[in-house]
């Protein structure tokens, strides 16, 4: 069983960053919150920085777990922590393409099944939390 841990990058002024998968084929294309993999023995916290800097180039504060756990195929576990950029700025190294979006917007996405499925279960915190700021 291994976890793979995502993060819900905030901006300050309220927007959520969102990265294009640009593999496996099946999904291609849809948007999800960028993360990967906790290695054996990793804490979630330090999994989601490395993968972080990996992936986007930026170094993040991370903050308190989101409520939804997903259960992936494969005996993968998904889990998402909030998180934000204290250094750098976000470039897609291996996603197609970056974008900050609104809470609306995100509403709007996950109603035209723009997401990723698994991260589908976060939308309704995603916009709670968003929309108090
Ligand atoms: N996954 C789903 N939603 C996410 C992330 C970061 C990952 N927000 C799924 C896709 C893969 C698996 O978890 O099946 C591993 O992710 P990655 O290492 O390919 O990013
Ligand atoms: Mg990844």
Not at 51 to 61: A, C, G, K
Not at 126 to 131: I, T
């Amino acid at each position: 069983m291994r976890t793979v841990v995502a993060g819900a990058i905030t901006s300050s002024d309220g927007r959520l960053l969102l990265a294009q998968r640009s593999y496996p084929v099946q999904v291609a294309g849809l948007w999800e919150l960028p993360g990967g993999k906790v290695e054996p023995g990793e804490e979630l916290a330090a999994a989601l920085r490395r993968e972080l800097r990996e992936e986007l180039e930026i170094d993040v504060e991370v903050g308190a777990l989101l409520a939804e756990t997903v259960e992936l195929a494969h005996d993968l576990t998904l889990v998402a922590l909030w998180a934000r950029i204290v250094d750098g700025v976000p470039r897609a190294v291996e996603h197609s393409r970056l974008v900050w979006v609104s809470v609306d917007e995100l509403e709007d996405m996950a109603a035209s099944n723009q997401l990723v499925p698994a991260d589908t279960a976060w939308v309704p915190e995603l916009c709670e939390v968003l929309r108090q700021r």
